[in-house]
Structure formats: structure tokens, C-alpha cells
């Protein structure tokens, strides 16, 4: 069975913390995403990386930064945490291509208190 | 990626065909169509793509307007465990790799 593996269910962090959210595959995908999903605005892309130390962000990108040292392992950072980060994130791979399926790990909701 | 559009909500009873629809009145010749569906409390799973064709597979069918314009996802006989989200999106074959949802149809399934 293909996998996507997010390192955390739930998460709490206090305000201001640094926040690592990690992110694990192991289909060898060269494409690998970060998106976070709020009730009412479904799910929107942060960034996104298309091989190993190349990123593009997406459609909120602001607050966050990645990171894509190895091929299989896509690292979302809050660099300082805030309350309006509070959320569900969810990550993706894909191989290259239109054609191809994307598959997704089981999220992490984030709570910053 | 060109826009596509759902209704917001849809309600089936169970054991019943669901026909989902979308439109991409924008749809480019090398636009795939993708659906994807997302169960409460999990990551979106792929369900279904296609190009031009009609499409098959074990979860649901795919049925692609003659223009293109617009598709729709059919679920044969909807089950309780078909409640979810779904998702229609569109994958240009050539450019780019970002894989951008909409905000789906939510599907009722009622026993």
C-alpha cells in the first residue's frame, strides 16, 4: 500500500513557537504538498515542491516556509506560531504528469493557544 | 488550472445512483479531470480521471460531456460510507504540478 505519512495527529502550541510539521512518502513522488483546511474555505495550498530542495509557494504562503532535503520527507515551519494558524494541514504526493493521482496523509490538526 | 464549479450540498438515499456534476466551461485541450473525495476526518483519496473518454473503475463512473465543458461523477448505488466531500478538479497534462481544489460538493447519503 502507497503511503503518506504525517508525523502527528494533533498537535498543541503556544503562541510564538517555532512548529515543525513533518511530512513522510514512500512512492519515490517527485511532487509533494502542503495545504490547510478551515470549515467554509476548503482546502487551500500553502506551498509546494516539485524535487528535492525546489519550492513554489501556493495560494497562502505567508507565516509558513518549507523544507525538501530528501526526496521522500516535505517539512511544513511556523516560524512563529499564531492563533489564526490554528487549523487542520494536510500533505500530498504526486508523480509528475496531469494524469496522475495524489495521495494524502491522514492531517494534522494544529491547535496554537 | 482552469476553474470548475459544484453545487455546494447534494442529498441521495441509500442504494440509490448519485449523479455529481461539474462544470469547466474553460477546460483546455490538455486539461485531465480529476474527482477526488474526502470521508470526515481524513485526507482526500482519488477516486476517478479521465480526458475524453467515459471512464470506469470499481468506486464510481466518470461521464465527460462531448465538449468537455462538463463532467459528472456517478456513484452506482450510494451507501452510507459515500457521504463526503468530492472534489472535481482539473490537471493540465503539460504545465505545472500544483494540484489546486475547489470547494466540492458535500453528499448526504440518507438511509
Known amino acids: 500500500d502507497v503511503k503518506v505519512t504525517q508525523s502527528s495527529r494533533y498537535l498543541v502550541k503556544r503562541t510564538g513557537e517555532k512548529v515543525f510539521l513533518e511530512c513522510v512518502q514512500d512512492?519515490?513522488?517527485?511532487?509533494m504538498f502542503w495545504y490547510r483546511q478551515d470549515p467554509g474555505l476548503g482546502l487551500r495550498l500553502i506551498y509546494f515542491?516539485?524535487?528535492?530542495?525546489?519550492?513554489e509557494k501556493g495560494d497562502i504562503p505567508e507565516g509558513y516556509s518549507v523544507s525538501r532535503e530528501k526526496k521522500e520527507r516535505f517539512s511544513l515551519i511556523l516560524e512563529s506560531a499564531s492563533t489564526n494558524q490554528t487549523s487542520m494541514y494536510l500533505c500530498?504526493?504526486?508523480?509528475?504528469?496531469?494524469?496522475?493521482?495524489?495521495?494524502f496523509g491522514q492531517g494534522t490538526r494544529l491547535t496554537v493557544v | 488550472d482552469a476553474k470548475t464549479t459544484q453545487p455546494n450540498s447534494m442529498e441521495s438515499n441509500e442504494e440509490e445512483p448519485v449523479h455529481l456534476p461539474c462544470n469547466h466551461s474553460?477546460?483546455?485541450?490538455?486539461?485531465?479531470i480529476h474527482w477526488y473525495r474526502q470521508l470526515p476526518s481524513q485526507g482526500p483519496e482519488y477516486v476517478i480521471h479521465?480526458?475524453?473518454s467515459n471512464v470506469n473503475n470499481r468506486m464510481a463512473s466518470l461521464a465527460i460531456a462531448e465538449d468537455r465543458k462538463s463532467s459528472t461523477l456517478i456513484l452506482h448505488r450510494a451507501t452510507l460510507r459515500d457521504a463526503a466531500v468530492y472534489y472535481c478538479?482539473?490537471?493540465?497534462?503539460?504545465?505545472?504540478?500544483?494540484?489546486?481544489f475547489g470547494g466540492g460538493t458535500r453528499l448526504m447519503v440518507k438511509p
Open positions: 515542491s516539485y524535487d528535492v530542495k525546489m519550492k
Open positions: 500530498a504526493s504526486r508523480q509528475g504528469g496531469g494524469s496522475t493521482e495524489a495521495f
Open positions: 479521465g480526458l475524453t
Open positions: 474553460t477546460i483546455s485541450g490538455t486539461d485531465y
Open positions: 512512492m519515490d513522488h517527485e511532487n
Open positions: 478538479i482539473l490537471r493540465d497534462y503539460n504545465a505545472g504540478n500544483m494540484l489546486t
